[in-house]
């Protein structure tokens, strides 16, 4: 009886113990974690091998980086290098031509001291530089004024009562009523069926085409907007355009151009007149200058072709006659200070202003 109960109890127990066997050579959780240890292990080696790799493009984009960085530093420090060498000559040129620019002053100052004496009077004004000679030492009864322009649109051409056709207005008083501190005649005129004086030729007021004429004969004497003397023949409006006027006015003839003597016409030559001139030296400066004439024990006038060979002494490059005869007149600082022929200012259509 005994022995079946232990076999009994054998068989009942014989799962538990195979399981526990079981269990005990092979932990199924051990197990468990070394597959679950295992798969990380090898996806972290996979990443740190991409990562590796991606460092290793880093490195090399860097250093492709660096290296345009270099070249580029180079290019711009090559690039400053040429600038600041280029802005130090422009510098130098400026101050080069600044320094020539006072030479010529002072040499042509100097000359026409030697040819005239000392200025009889100066300006030295915001707008403009304005010294005034006499021409007795140059053996005529007139004056010249030497300008230079600081700005441009201190010159202008005023019209009489600002109108292309009117009764007309002395030089002086278009000077004063624009508070100007020198003023020549300008332009010439004629008279009209109604008694009017109406201006001759091409005229241009601050850039404004007043009037225009084709009319050969007649020389163009104007300023472009740098405040630089341009004119003779102008047969178009574009060729006016293209010349950038802001001033002018027309008569004739031309007297000098680039530093030559021009044909005086035949029913001018070899004759003693009244004049106003108006030219620039070779440094750019103004030059207006009227002589007197028809006032017997005064003066007789002077005929272009003198005048041609006085301002080529003078160093004068571009030369024209304007309006001469009774309109010449000659205004400086609130005073006419030539002698008109007429004993009197002849109201005129056109003047040349130049503000202080």
Known sequence: MP????????????PVVGFYLAFGVTNPVQSLHAKQLHLPL???KTRLENVSSAVDETREVTAETMAVIEKVSEVAQAEKEYY???QKKVEQLVAASH??????EDVLDQLLSSMLGDPIGQTFGENATVKVYSLTEAGYRGYMAKVRLHNPHALKVVLAN???????ETTSHAAKRKGAILAVNA?????TEDGKLAVLGTTVVDGK????????????VGFNKQGRLVGGKVTSREQLERMDVLQGASFLPTLLQGGKRMPIPRDWANTRQPRTLIGHFTNGDLLFIVIDGRRKGWS????????????????????YNLDGGGSSTFYYKGKVLNRPSDGRERPVTSSIVVLP
Do not use: M, P, W
Request: charged residues 25%.
């Open 300 to 319: 007789n006038g002077v005929t272009l072709e003198e005048a041609q060979s006085k301002l080529l002494e003078f160093k004068v490059r571009d030369a």
């Open 187 to 191: 332009g010439g005129f004629y008279r």
């Open 209 to 220: 085409i007043v009037t225009f004429s084709t009319n050969t004969n007649l020389s163009f």
């Open 84 to 86: 600041e060498t280029r």
């Open 162 to 168: 600002d109108k292309a056709v009117s009764n007309g």
């Open 99 to 104: 320094s020539h620019v006072a030479k010529t």
């Open 42 to 44: 090898e996806e972290t």
């Open 3 to 14: 022995g079946k109960v232990h076999l009994f109890l054998a068989l009942l127990l014989a």
